[in-house]
């Protein structure tokens, strides 16, 4: 058993790429991720436990709230999170300290990755998508520095009642855009959405994507397309892609990364 473990959801990559900065400047760090029902959920020997997560409609994505409860944590373990959103916080980080009991946490804004409803370049403060990655650079160097020192965070996160009504409405309509996903000529057959998908729910037939409804919106298979061939409706084709640079596909199929 590693000494620290970090649970982490990353759709665009941009959250994995956080832990990744954060589990190397703690040393002895499991990365466990939460695009399925995580690989390990006993961490009851660990002796700090973190989550990495983005704002989805307002709050958690996918079943991350499911997954978190499922998860054991050793009574006295030091327990921290850390959100990035592009606009606004949402209630995720008040769920999981619900659930857990926070010590610390934190929060970093960056780039839109909902392509179909925003523009990447949609954040607050505006930024380049250069000092977006420096500013994950810092904010992992920030969060370790504290996390190292136990330290814990004054308040408790926000609860943002609107928001927990936003996420519920939001959560619904994941099944009903799948309608909406359209893959052009420009496609190749590698299967990378088909590998990529959580949810198991993008199939190959005729080397040609096939989307079913059970999504959760992630958008990995849009992002992370080599040939940019996949879309959500005609809006999407006439927005830039924003997958972490340092992140590739492959990364987020991994079930567990281990960081010495």
């Not at 790429?17 to 002895?28: E, F, P, Q």
């Amino acid at each position: 058993m590693s000494e620290n473990i970090i649970y982490c959801y990353s759709g665009s990559g941009h959250c994995l790429n956080m832990a990744k900065s954060i589990a190397s400047r703690l040393g002895d760090t499991d990365i466990v991720l939460m695009r399925a029902f995580p690989e390990k959920t006993d961490a009851r020997e660990a002796k700090r436990v973190g989550f990495v997560f983005p704002c989805y409609g307002g709050g958690l994505p996918g079943h991350v709230e499911e997954y978190v409860r499922a998860i054991q944590i050793a009574p006295g373990a030091y327990k921290f999170a850390v959100e990035q959103f592009a606009g606004y916080m949402g209630c995720g980080l008040h769920k999981i300290d619900e659930i857990v009991g926070l010590d610390y946490w934190n929060l970093i804004s960056n780039h839109s990755t909902c392509i179909w409803l925003m523009p990447h370049g949609l954040c607050f403060p505006p930024t380049s998508k250069e000092e977006a990655q420096a500013r994950i650079d810092r904010k992992a160097m920030e969060v370790a520095a504290a996390v190292k020192a136990f330290e814990r965070s004054a308040k408790k996160p926000p609860e943002k009642k609107l928001f927990a009504v936003e996420d519920r409405f939001f959560s619904q309509l994941h099944p009903k855009r799948t309608k909406k996903f359209t893959v052009s000529d420009a496609c190749i057959g590698c299967g990378t959405c088909a590998r990529i998908c959580p949810r198991g729910n993008i199939t190959l037939q005729d080397k040609k994507p096939r989307f079913g409804t059970d999504c959760i919106g992630c958008l990995s298979c849009l992002q992370f397309c080599p040939k940019e061939a996949i879309n959500m409706g005609k809006v999407t084709e006439k927005r830039e892609r924003f997958p972490n640079p340092h992140v590739k596909a492959l990364d987020l199929t991994q079930k567990i990364i281990h960081i010495e």
